[in-house]
Protein backbone atom coordinates (compact mmCIF):
# COMPACT_ATOMS: atom_id res chain seq x y z
CA UNK A 1 0.00 0.00 0.00
CA UNK A 2 0.81 3.25 -0.70
CA UNK A 3 2.84 5.69 1.96
CA UNK A 4 1.22 8.42 2.92
CA UNK A 5 2.92 11.39 4.55
CA UNK A 6 1.99 12.25 8.41
CA UNK A 7 3.52 15.22 10.56
CA UNK A 8 5.67 13.10 12.54
CA UNK A 9 7.54 11.33 9.05
CA UNK A 10 8.83 14.01 7.08
CA UNK A 11 9.27 12.53 3.96
CA UNK A 12 8.58 13.04 0.32
CA UNK A 13 5.78 10.20 -0.62
CA UNK A 14 6.21 8.31 -4.01
CA UNK A 15 3.30 7.04 -6.29
CA UNK A 16 2.98 4.29 -8.69
CA UNK A 17 5.08 5.91 -10.94
CA UNK A 18 8.23 4.38 -12.47
CA UNK A 19 10.42 6.72 -10.66
CA UNK A 20 10.32 5.66 -7.17
CA UNK A 21 13.60 7.95 -6.16
CA UNK A 22 15.60 4.58 -5.81
CA UNK A 23 18.68 4.17 -7.89
CA UNK A 24 18.13 2.99 -11.43
CA UNK A 25 19.89 0.03 -10.34
CA UNK A 26 18.01 -0.97 -7.78
CA UNK A 27 14.58 0.19 -9.57
CA UNK A 28 16.00 -2.44 -12.16
CA UNK A 29 16.49 -5.09 -9.80
CA UNK A 30 13.18 -5.17 -8.07
CA UNK A 31 11.88 -5.47 -11.53
CA UNK A 32 13.64 -8.30 -12.36
CA UNK A 33 12.92 -9.66 -8.99
CA UNK A 34 9.08 -9.22 -9.72
CA UNK A 35 8.93 -6.89 -6.76
CA UNK A 36 8.09 -3.73 -8.58
CA UNK A 37 5.19 -3.21 -6.53
CA UNK A 38 7.47 -1.70 -3.87
CA UNK A 39 8.61 0.95 -5.95
CA UNK A 40 4.99 2.55 -4.86
CA UNK A 41 6.48 1.94 -0.81
CA UNK A 42 9.90 3.53 -1.14
CA UNK A 43 9.71 6.97 0.92
CA UNK A 44 12.05 9.54 -0.58
CA UNK A 45 13.24 12.13 1.93
CA UNK A 46 14.90 15.95 1.22
CA UNK A 47 18.03 15.21 3.42
CA UNK A 48 20.31 12.11 3.27
CA UNK A 49 19.82 9.42 5.59
CA UNK A 50 23.35 8.18 5.52
CA UNK A 51 23.30 6.67 8.99
CA UNK A 52 20.84 4.40 10.88
CA UNK A 53 20.13 6.71 13.26
CA UNK A 54 19.64 9.58 10.32
CA UNK A 55 17.17 6.66 8.56
CA UNK A 56 15.23 5.50 11.69
CA UNK A 57 14.32 9.57 12.85
CA UNK A 58 13.35 10.12 8.99
CA UNK A 59 11.01 6.94 9.10
CA UNK A 60 9.83 7.32 12.50
CA UNK A 61 10.87 3.66 13.60
CA UNK A 62 12.84 1.91 16.29
CA UNK A 63 16.72 2.20 15.47
CA UNK A 64 17.21 -1.48 15.03
CA UNK A 65 14.23 -1.91 12.32
CA UNK A 66 16.87 -0.38 10.03
CA UNK A 67 18.78 -3.32 7.77
CA UNK A 68 22.33 -2.00 7.49
CA UNK A 69 23.99 -3.16 4.34
CA UNK A 70 27.50 -2.77 5.36
CA UNK A 71 30.59 -4.26 2.81
CA UNK A 72 33.40 -6.37 4.50
CA UNK A 73 36.76 -7.78 2.96
CA UNK A 74 37.84 -11.29 3.95
CA UNK A 75 40.64 -12.23 2.53
CA UNK A 76 40.41 -9.49 0.26
CA UNK A 77 37.19 -10.58 -1.30
CA UNK A 78 33.85 -8.35 -0.42
CA UNK A 79 31.32 -10.08 1.53
CA UNK A 80 28.06 -8.01 2.55
CA UNK A 81 26.84 -8.66 5.96
CA UNK A 82 23.18 -7.15 6.67
CA UNK A 83 23.00 -5.84 10.52
CA UNK A 84 19.92 -4.15 12.20
CA UNK A 85 20.37 -0.30 12.97
CA UNK A 86 21.31 -0.57 16.71
CA UNK A 87 23.53 -3.04 16.74
CA UNK A 88 27.19 -3.38 15.10
CA UNK A 89 28.81 -5.94 13.30
CA UNK A 90 31.48 -8.38 15.32
CA UNK A 91 34.58 -8.58 12.58
CA UNK A 92 36.34 -11.62 14.76
CA UNK A 93 32.57 -13.40 14.55
CA UNK A 94 32.22 -12.61 10.85
CA UNK A 95 36.09 -14.08 10.56
CA UNK A 96 34.81 -16.97 12.00
CA UNK A 97 31.70 -17.26 10.17
CA UNK A 98 33.55 -17.20 6.84
CA UNK A 99 36.69 -18.97 8.35
CA UNK A 100 38.79 -16.32 6.77
CA UNK A 101 42.41 -15.36 7.86
CA UNK A 102 41.25 -11.79 8.24
CA UNK A 103 38.33 -9.27 7.95
CA UNK A 104 38.00 -5.60 7.58
CA UNK A 105 35.96 -2.90 6.65
CA UNK A 106 35.71 -2.34 2.77
CA UNK A 107 37.08 1.28 1.56
CA UNK A 108 34.53 2.90 -0.58
CA UNK A 109 36.26 2.16 -3.46
CA UNK A 110 35.80 -1.10 -3.11
CA UNK A 111 32.14 -0.94 -1.58
CA UNK A 112 31.01 1.10 -5.03
CA UNK A 113 32.99 -1.15 -7.40
CA UNK A 114 31.36 -4.42 -5.97
CA UNK A 115 27.65 -3.23 -5.51
CA UNK A 116 27.24 -0.15 -7.71
CA UNK A 117 26.30 2.30 -5.19
CA UNK A 118 27.93 4.36 -2.66
CA UNK A 119 28.34 4.43 0.96
CA UNK A 120 24.92 4.99 3.32
CA UNK A 121 23.07 3.91 -0.06
CA UNK A 122 23.94 0.26 -0.44
CA UNK A 123 20.71 -1.70 -0.72
CA UNK A 124 20.63 -5.64 0.88
CA UNK A 125 20.38 -6.90 -2.56
CA UNK A 126 20.23 -5.36 -6.19
CA UNK A 127 24.33 -5.02 -6.90
CA UNK A 128 26.45 -4.73 -9.80
CA UNK A 129 28.21 -8.24 -8.62
CA UNK A 130 27.42 -11.20 -6.98
CA UNK A 131 28.88 -11.33 -3.27
CA UNK A 132 28.26 -13.34 -0.50
CA UNK A 133 25.85 -12.15 1.87
CA UNK A 134 25.81 -12.99 5.84
CA UNK A 135 21.96 -11.51 7.69
CA UNK A 136 22.37 -11.29 11.75
CA UNK A 137 19.46 -13.05 13.17
CA UNK A 138 18.55 -9.81 14.96
CA UNK A 139 16.72 -8.32 11.91
CA UNK A 140 14.50 -11.28 12.42
CA UNK A 141 12.82 -9.39 15.80
CA UNK A 142 10.83 -7.34 13.71
CA UNK A 143 8.20 -7.84 11.31
CA UNK A 144 9.28 -5.17 9.20
CA UNK A 145 12.96 -3.17 8.57
CA UNK A 146 13.58 -0.85 6.47
CA UNK A 147 16.59 -0.64 4.12
CA UNK A 148 18.36 1.96 2.11
CA UNK A 149 17.18 1.92 -1.85
CA UNK A 150 20.51 2.47 -3.26
CA UNK A 151 21.08 6.22 -2.26
CA UNK A 152 21.10 7.31 1.16
CA UNK A 153 17.24 9.45 0.33
CA UNK A 154 15.41 6.52 -0.19
CA UNK A 155 14.36 3.80 1.75
CA UNK A 156 12.12 0.69 1.07
CA UNK A 157 10.17 -1.56 3.73
CA UNK A 158 10.19 -5.51 3.68
CA UNK A 159 9.68 -8.63 6.05
CA UNK A 160 13.04 -9.76 7.24
CA UNK A 161 13.06 -13.17 5.63
CA UNK A 162 11.66 -12.09 2.84
CA UNK A 163 14.75 -9.56 2.71
CA UNK A 164 16.71 -12.22 3.15
CA UNK A 165 15.65 -14.80 0.80
CA UNK A 166 16.45 -11.81 -1.91
CA UNK A 167 19.98 -10.74 -0.88
CA UNK A 168 20.56 -14.81 -0.95
CA UNK A 169 21.86 -14.48 2.56
CA UNK A 170 22.82 -16.85 5.21
CA UNK A 171 21.53 -16.32 8.40
CA UNK A 172 24.60 -15.86 11.51
CA UNK A 173 25.27 -14.29 14.47
CA UNK A 174 27.53 -11.95 13.81
CA UNK A 175 26.46 -9.27 16.15
CA UNK A 176 28.75 -7.51 18.48
CA UNK A 177 27.79 -8.81 21.97
CA UNK A 178 27.14 -6.67 24.98
CA UNK A 179 28.36 -6.69 28.27
Request: glycine fraction near 8%; charge should be negative.
Amino acid sequence: MPSTPTASVPCMTTTDTPDSGAHPLFAAALDTLGLGELHAEIRRFPDATRTAAEAAAAIGCELSQICKSLIFAADGVPVLVLMDGASRVDVERVRQELGAGKVTRAKADVVRETTGYAIGGVPPFGHRTRTRVLADRSLLDHAVVWAAAGTPYTVFPMEPKTLIAHAGATLVDVREQTA
